[in-house]
């Protein structure tokens, strides 16, 4: 990744912290389309679907045939990892889905959201080798203030007292922390895949590999494809083009920007955003804890990209990720 100037950084995470407010009310979203009765693999396939419209595709034609596809920020690679990269982002991101929704059923939502925003972990260690982004002090400290904030946000607890509760918890943790590994590693290849392709044609690879993946999920837990009220149609649409196409592709765009560490941090707004919505829409009311957690993730993220801003990763090796 080669240096950017202040302002184009700034732009970037400016889109970045968009993104991550963006992403945070895909749970508050999911949760509407299943009053609605749309299951929640059901829901997260009609998420790619629903974002692989006509607009999208055509805007990924058009700039393609204009020459606008190589990302401005890095060399080109060849075509086989770029594309190995493209592929590789919808799969994970497509895990992640499916983790995630099935995790959530199965245990507590504060447990499945704490840990599944262990992700940025599973994203500093693997840019630190691959990508060569320094694991500063004030990274670590960031970082632990942002995950302690999400922690006491999301009240999570893993004392099981009921026996016959007990595996379904196990499972569903695990599902949720299988969760931050899948979302994880999808930053790393779509941070890959941006060396070489803009934001838009990696959405377009990430919704077109992803859709028929979470078609198969959907038919392998016997769910419904359509809700059974036509209003879960609407959340879903806000899902799939609202959610999908902005969040996430202000994500990839803030990917080929900045380092993908940093970045993972400021993801960590999505449950602080899930949570005000949640207060707002269904009177989930936050308690003094809680406002004490969001404030730790704004610290945190604030700290780690006053760090991120004096720091510049080395270039990657020749024929390394995306070299």
Same mark, same amino acid.
């Given at each position: 990744m080669t240096d950017i100037s202040p302002r184009a950084r700034a732009v970037a995470l400016g889109v970045a912290v968009l993104a991550a407010c963006v992403l945070g009310f895909a749970a508050i979203l999911v949760r509407l389309a299943e009053d609605a009765g749309a299951g929640p693999q059901t829901a997260a396939f009609w998420r790619f679907a629903l974002a692989a419209g006509p607009l999208?595709?055509?805007?990924?034609?058009?700039? #393609?045939?204009?020459?606008?596809?190589a990302a401005p920020d890095g060399p080109t690679p060849s075509a086989a990892p770029a594309y190995v990269f493209l592929v590789l982002s919808g799969v994970l991101f497509a895990g992640d889905m499916a983790t995630w929704h099935a995790g959530i059923v199965r245990t507590t939502a504060a447990n499945a959201t704490l840990l599944a925003t262990l992700a940025p972990v599973v994203v500093a260690v693997a840019a630190w080798i691959l990508f060569g982004e320094r694991?500063?002090?004030?990274?670590?400290?960031?970082? =632990?203030?942002?995950? #302690?904030?999400?922690?006491?946000? *999301?009240?999570?607890?893993?004392?099981?007292t009921d026996p016959d509760e007990r595996l379904s918890r196990l499972i569903g943790d695990g599902l949720s922390l299988l969760t931050a590994f899948w979302y994880g590693s999808y930053m790393l290849a779509v941070k890959a895949a941006r060396r070489s392709h803009s934001a838009l044609v990696v959405m377009v690879w990430v919704t077109l590999v992803g859709a028929p993946l979470m078609a198969i999920t959907t038919l392998a837990f016997g769910?419904?494809? *359509?809700?059974?009220?036509?209003?879960? !149609?609407? !959340?879903?649409?806000?899902?799939?083009?609202?959610?999908?196409?902005?969040?996430?592709?202000?994500?990839?765009?803030?990917?080929?920007?900045?380092?993908?560490? =940093?970045?993972?941090?400021?993801?960590?707004?999505?449950?602080?955003?899930?949570?005000? =919505?949640? !207060?707002?829409?269904?009177?989930?009311?936050?308690?003094?804890?809680?406002?004490?957690?969001?404030?730790?993730?704004i610290a945190g993220i604030v700290v780690v990209q006053r760090t991120a801003g004096a720091a510049t990763p080395r270039r990657l090796a020749k024929g390394g990720p995306g070299g």
């Open positions: 999208l595709l055509a805007l990924a034609i058009r700039e #393609a045939r204009a020459g606008r596809a694991i500063t002090g004030g990274f670590v400290l960031g970082a =632990a203030l942002a995950v #302690a904030g999400a922690a006491a946000l *999301s009240g999570a607890t893993f004392s099981y769910e419904d494809f *359509s809700p059974a009220e036509p209003i879960g !149609w609407l !959340w879903l649409l806000i899902l799939g083009v609202g959610v999908h196409v902005g969040g996430q592709g202000g994500l990839a765009y803030a990917l080929g920007k900045l380092p993908a560490g =940093a970045t993972s941090i400021v993801v960590l707004l999505q449950p602080v955003v899930s949570a005000a =919505a949640a !207060w707002i829409l269904f009177a989930e009311a936050l308690g003094p804890l809680q406002l004490a957690g969001a404030a730790l993730v």
